[in-house]
């Protein structure tokens, strides 16, 4: 990283994000506060069900498909560059999905159309980020992208259909489809889930090469920590629909402050064993303790923990979100 | 590709053999053909030498061979009541047919899925609940019940539209309608449902997160997918527009091809009658066949696939 103070390029501040269902208003993101410079990558991780695809999702706002009312309710901040996206138009965002904020899902099998060429996808998406571009260099544009991506034979791929290939080459697509826009901010939920272990590493690492090259800021969604390692510069942790633990990998996977993040950490196969494991599953978000949302699971609860925890600074710029934090 | 188009060409003849051997059965099922040809009160000599003279005397596998080898270099007999040759009978009426059926097609394609997608794009919306509830009646109630509305509506009490023939083209306004709606309605339901079905595919969000508008995104990637099984659809719904056309050109007595179907039923004219069988099957099978053409074109996954 360049400069003394890295500039704040994202910023999310008390995000809520609630759905309403038959038992009332379900709250997915209670509270989210996350900052991310430019040309850095935060690792997102946590259980299913703790809100960090849905919060990957709420940054975009695209929580429910098009023609579909959604039942999300999102309130709180979220700028990029200082601008507010929460309270921006239709038209505006669709400009930030298409040039500043790109994402990719991990649904690499079925997230292509199955009837257009690649080729075509992703001139697409070059041409919604650059209107001013002619059709002609938006499919050069992809073709060299798709070589960009470590596809074999690129002109061919452009041509080709989805099912015509591989699910690590469909999912090298997906990445194209990203790195074509030259986003400020890439936002990768869970990009390897689907895809074979032998496969995972090898497009990880295109994914960690695109980001060094293009400088672009990535929030790496995943509920593998043992792939942070290589990739994040700062972790999140989030449980529950807030974020519990911040600082950098190395501090967090060395020294976790939340009784939480080293259940996690300890999850680890190459983990230090003086950690105690995880015990119970994810909580009921219809029915969370009234303080501590981890209070039932966690090992070093106190009568304190009925209250909601304070988020509590530590040297290195870590802050844990808990009554008593580990030392 | 080619073995795909093959294979379907093989199991399309395979169909139409089997649909032979069931149309001569079934015309000799109900009733023996000497009975309805020749006068009663024959002597035993002259029936006999008739008999021979249409090879009525010989066994029901020799005289099927003889129909099929007939039948396969086109010669498909005459009449007999009028004594015209069967060919020419339906030719003559062909127009007719051809005429209101496509017509009832084209409305039921160009109004079907523009209603379809568009009550799928905007769900929830009033006027699309009372489009799909208009549209669930146009499925539910069939033909003839339609058709004899309509000539009571406008026929009868409004006296606006003629109800009979094809004299005129406002004769064509109320059999073609009939024909239509129920089409209309079917391919709406259907657009509708593979429409939804394809906005809620991981496709759609991948486009959506594009920053793409919403126009681009249903023309491009939620339109082009939900048509895929539109086809097959299409295809049911043209077999169903054959059979509603005999319905159909009865009530409205259209000098269609149904009509004279249904009148050799009534004369027992067995020739025409098994030819109308073969015929409109074989349309059955023909247009399989082009749906399935058709597929290769549209679905990128059936042409390398298959």
């Known amino acids: 990283m360049s400069g003394s103070m890295p500039e704040t390029l994202l910023s999310v501040r008390d995000l809520t994000l609630s759905f309403a269902t038959r038992m009332g208003p379900l709250k997915v993101l209670r509270g989210i506060d996350l900052d991310i410079a430019a040309n850095e990558v935060v690792a997102l991780v946590g259980e299913s069900g703790s809100g960090k695809s849905a919060l990957g999702k709420s940054i975009v706002q695209l929580l429910s498909p098009p023609f579909v009312d959604g039942r999300a309710t999102l309130s709180g901040s979220i700028r990029l560059h200082g601008e507010e996206l929460i309270t921006a138009p239709a038209h505006r965002l669709r400009a930030v999905r298409a040039r500043d904020i790109a994402m990719v899902s991990q649904d690499a099998l079925s997230g292509l159309n199955p009837v257009m060429r690649i080729g075509a996808q992703i001139a697409e998406a070059a041409q919604a980020a650059d209107p001013a571009l002619s059709a002609a260099a938006a499919r050069r544009d992809a073709r060299d992208m798709l070589a960009a991506v470590g596809l074999p034979d690129p002109d061919k791929a452009a041509r080709d259909y989805p099912h015509q290939l591989s699910g690590g080459q469909r999912q090298r697509v997906m990445l194209a489809l990203a790195a074509i826009r030259q986003p400020q901010v890439l936002i990768a939920d869970e990009p390897t889930t689907a895809l074979d272990v032998s496969v995972q590493a090898r497009v990880l690492a295109l994914l960690a090469d695109l980001q060094r090259q293009s400088g672009m800021a990535m929030l790496f969604i995943t509920h593998d920590l043992g792939v942070v ?99 | 590709m080619l073995r795909f188009m093959s294979w379907r060409f093989l199991r399309a003849q395979v169909t139409m053999l089997f649909v032979l051997v069931v149309a001569f059965l079934t015309v000799r099922l109900s009733g023996e053909p000497f009975d309805t040809m020749f006068p009663e009160g024959l002597t035993q000599e002259t029936a006999q030498a008739l008999r021979h003279r249409w090879n009525l005397d010989l066994p029901i596998w020799e005289q099927f061979t003889l129909y099929l080898g007939k039948m396969l270099t086109g010669d498909f007999g005459r009449s007999l009541f009028t004594h015209e040759p069967v060919w020419q009978m339906y030719a003559e009426r062909m127009p007719a047919t051809l005429a209101v059926g496509s017509l ?46 309509l000539i009571l509506l406008f026929g009868y009490y409004l006296r606006l539209l003629p109800a009979s023939g094809l004299s005129s083209p406002q004769h064509y306004i109320l059999p073609v309608l009939t024909l239509a709606i129920p089409m209309v309605a079917g391919i709406a339901r259907f657009m509708r449902a593979a429409m939804l079905d394809t906005i809620g595919q991981p496709y759609v969000m991948t ?4 920053g793409l508008g919403n126009g681009r995104i249903a023309r491009r990637h939620v339109l082009r997918n939900a048509m895929v099984p539109l086809v097959t659809v299409l295809g049911l719904e043209i077999a169903g527009l054959i059979n509603g056309s005999v319905f159909v050109e009865a009530v409205f007595s259209l000098p269609g091809v149904g009509r ?38 549209i679905d990128p996954r059936v042409r390398v696939g298959g």
């Not at chain 1, 909580?283 to 303790?289: C, G, Q, R, S, T």
């Not at chain 1, 304190?304 to 925890?309: D, L, M, R, V």
């Open chain 2, 260 to 297: 004279v179907l249904v009148s050799s039923v009534e004369n027992r004219d067995f020739t025409v009658l098994q030819f109308g069988v073969v015929a409109y099957a074989g349309l059955v099978v023909l247009i399989n066949l082009v749906i399935d053409l058709l597929y290769t074109l």
């Open chain 2, 207 to 210: 486009a959506a997160s594009k």
């Open chain 1, 229 to 327: 390692a290589n990739i994040a510069h700062r972790v999140a942790v989030m449980y529950a629909g807030q974020i519990i633990e911040t600082g950098t990998v190395a501090e967090v996977f060395t020294r976790p402050r939340h009784p939480y993040s080293a259940g996690l950490i300890s999850a680890l196969p190459e983990a230090p064993a003086h950690h105690p494991r995880l015990a119970g599953g994810p909580p009921d978000l219809h029915n969370l303790a009234p303080g501590c949302a981890f209070m039932p699971r966690c090992r070093h609860a106190a009568m304190a923990c009925s209250q909601p925890p304070p988020l509590k600074p530590f040297p290195g710029g870590a802050h844990a979100l808990c009554w008593s934090p580990l030392s």
């Open chain 2, 104 to 149: 009832a097609l084209i409305i039921a394609i160009s109004l079907g899925i523009p209603i379809g997608a568009l009550s799928a794009l905007r769900r929830g919306a009033v006027t699309e609940r009372m489009l799909m509830g208009v549209a669930f009646l146009g499925y539910a109630v069939p033909h003839f019940v339609f058709g004899i509305g």
